[in-house]
């Protein structure tokens, strides 16, 4: 069954269902653009490691373990029985908290150069401070000063955005062309269809299409959100504007009575 909306559902922001959303809309644009460029690009699914080392601000509506669980000591377990001195409290260390990023390079089959990258945006990667924006901005600065297309997908209403871009819509594609110093920028409000956007590759292959709402609903139907999310719950932070809540209301009511009747009918 398809999203109760025309393009991006607000839903599926929820940080605690974005991580499995990411990975559905990596997997599904990495069929689409493979079945288009194969076998003269190779479109791969490549995942960065972010270790947090430090205090930062966790990102949006993230959870981020303690560092050590704390327990005392049991008697005659971690001490022999007739050791003479107080039993101490046990520190165990946890793994550093983690973020683990996907995204897609597109390589020339026969010369392995990467061509293009393409980046989903995650709450880490709009979180000012952290690590994962860190080293998510580093990367764009140097991709922007290669030889090497650059697409960012940012289908997150919070967090904040590259400044070229930012305040104009609810969700953003932005295209920065290896030949071309200027940017181009798809802008997406709630109530908008995702669009078709322009792939670019090497000078003699050229430019390929994606349609990003295909994507998406690929996506949707696959993981089987009609079911996995709960309609009823408030629409994720951040808040939406009075007029975008009420027509937010409105689509879910249709899609859940839709829904009913074709549950009933289907009886």
Not at 84 to 110: G, H, K, M, S
Not at 121 to 139: D, M, V, W
Not at 185 to 195: C, E, M, Q, S, V
């Amino acid at each position: 069954m398809r999203s109760p909306f025309p393009g991006m559902d607000p839903f599926l922001e929820a940080p605690d269902l974005w991580p499995d959303v990411h990975t559905e809309l990596i997997s599904s644009m990495r069929s689409v653009l493979a079945d288009i460029l194969s076998p003269r690009f190779v479109v791969a699914v490549e995942q960065r490691l972010i270790v947090s080392e430090d205090d930062s601000p966790a990102p949006m509506g993230a959870i981020v373990p303690d560092l050590a669980v704390v327990t005392p000591a049991r008697p005659g377990v971690t001490a022999p029985l007739d050791a003479n001195y107080t039993a101490p409290t046990l520190i165990e260390p946890l793994p550093e908290p983690e973020v683990r990023e996907r995204f897609i390079e597109i390589r020339d089959a026969r010369t392995r150069r990467v061509v293009t990258i393409i980046e989903l945006l995650s709450p880490a990667n709009k979180t000012p401070g952290t690590p994962s924006a860190i080293a998510f901005e580093r990367k764009r600065s140097v991709v922007f000063e290669s030889h090497t297309h650059w697409i960012e997908i940012d289908l997150l209403r919070g967090g904040e955005r590259f400044e070229a871009i930012a305040g104009k819509s609810d969700y953003c594609v932005l295209l920065k062309r290896a030949t071309d110093y200027r940017y181009e920028a798809w802008f997406i409000d709630l109530r908008d269809p995702l669009p078709t956007i322009l792939v670019p590759t090497t000078e003699d292959f050229g430019v390929v299409t994606l349609n990003v709402q295909q994507v998406f609903e690929t996506a949707y139907a696959r993981a089987h959100y009609a079911d996995a999310v709960d309609y009823a719950r408030p629409v994720p932070l951040p808040p939406l504007l009075p007029a975008d809540a009420a027509w937010v209301r409105e689509q879910v009511r249709r899609w859940m009575e839709a829904r009913q009747k074709g549950n009933a009918g289907g009886g």
